[in-house]
């Protein structure tokens, strides 16, 4: 072998040790907001297959190691029906379907309708997302059960996430004999995290929080996330404001209040939303980016997100970035592609 040949076989060598190493250690994250199915969604899924609302995102969910959504409404067959509540919602069971060819690895249950056919509806939930290895936090049979972290292994990586509800009404609190959602009473979760912690790799909380179509969040959130991330978390997202808020970073670490709607069977005014994507290598993030949606159901194909492209695209992330700076803690600029980069 020529001198040449060897140099050109030692580049190469190196180029698969560090792709290899590379893979092994470093994790992207994909985050979405809410997900409802139910409604007149069933409809247009009925009518244009179950793969109809996620046409347009496979290019990015598809290649991510991690996606995660809220999972806004119950996957159950019962009639159940919470009684005296503006808005009930379920999905029909195979529907679970369309999570798994998206790629999501998780969903959180902490929300304001995944009690509303009680406790049958979440048990039933809670069996098809076992069924189907879709991991979940926030919801379950007990206040205990609630409250546990979903810990699962994505390649080499240990992923923990805690997920709780800032929601009402109190009956879908979770108690020590009646199911439901985890509220974040402030002692309890300070106790999950720190249990958390030496378990997992990554520590990733979520809330559904905040006031519908407010665009800033309330002070209630700075601290619940402040404090997450004071007692280890990694990063913080959350949803149930239908819109998107700003972004913040603490002590290094991302507070990402609300995402917005996803794939969301609504014709709300709501026009836009957004996934965040996080890149992770050796504990630290690398790299974070938001991925504007087109999310109106008014226009166009209802119930089928795009991401946003060119002037769309830019005027929206002038958007957040305008919202994270109302945030008051530190300035931060994504530019026009969605990146905020942090070290390479």
Known sequence: MSSFNRAVFFVFVLVIFYTVNLKADSLTVLMAGDVMLGSWGIEEIEKNGLDYPIKNLHSEFLNADVNMCNLEAP????DDKFPDKTYTFKVPVNYVALLKNLNIHYVTLANNHIMDYGQSGLEETIKILNKNGIHFSGAGITETQALAPSIFNINENKIGVIAAGAIFPKEFWATDT????????KEKLIAALKEARPKVDYLFVTFHWGAEKR??????????????????ADLVWGHHPHVVQGIEFYKGKPVVYSLGNFIFASFSQTANGMVAKA?????????????????NNNIGNPLQPSFLKADKKIEFISKVNALSDSIKVNQIRFDESG???LGE
């Not at 996957?75 to 019962?78: A, L, N, P, Y």
């Not at 665009?215 to 280890?232: D, S, V």
């Open 75 to 78: 996957f159950t067959t019962s």
């Open 178 to 185: 009646t199911a439901g959602v985890f509220f974040p009473w």
């Open 215 to 232: 665009e800033t969040p309330k002070k209630y959130q700075n601290g619940l996330a402040r404090l997450c991330i004071n007692h280890g």
């Open 279 to 295: 890149v992770f290598d050796e504990g630290k993030l690398l790299k974070l980016q938001i991925l504007p949606l087109n999310v």
């Open 339 to 341: 990146y905020l980069r």
